[in-house]
């Protein structure tokens, strides 16, 4: 069983920045891609990153295209989240998934990954 914790949220001005990470537990981590997803209030979840097995290739959701970087360290067990630039419209509970294979198709799709963390809150004020 895969558990993914969340860390690193908080409340921070419109322009500054945030890194947050997502700890993993149980099974091999290097096995497992790894995606970044936000919902907010009233709105469905949406897709915002994505790091293969290995941290080779990464996507973005064009809406944090050239602010947000994701990467990962499997020594570490860990991937990360820099949030720069940040903006009111990124406020959101923040969560990352975890899947067992990497699909151009379905890789900002939420259904296709198995396990999830528990969300942390980004709160960007204007």
């Known amino acids: 069983q895969v558990q993914l914790v969340e860390s690193g949220g908080g409340l921070v001005q419109a322009g500054g920045s945030l890194r947050l990470s997502c700890a993993a537990s149980?099974?091999?981590?290097?096995?497992?891609?790894v995606g970044w997803f936000r919902q907010a209030p009233g709105k469905e979840r949406e897709f915002v990153a994505a790091?293969?097995?290995?941290?080779?290739?990464?996507n973005y959701a064009n809406s944090v295209k050239g602010r947000f970087t994701i990467s990962r360290d499997n020594a570490k067990n860990a991937v990360w989240l820099q949030m720069n630039s940040l903006k009111p419209e990124d406020t959101a509970v923040y969560s990352c998934?975890?899947?067992?294979?990497?699909?151009?198709?379905?890789?900002?799709?939420?259904?296709?990954?198995?396990?999830w963390g528990q969300g942390t809150q980004v709160t960007v004020s204007s």
């Open positions: 790091i293969s097995r290995a941290g080779v290739i990464t």
């Open positions: 998934a975890s899947r067992s294979d990497w699909n151009t198709v379905t890789m900002s799709r939420s259904f296709a990954y198995t396990y």
């Open positions: 149980g099974g091999t981590f290097s096995a497992w891609s």
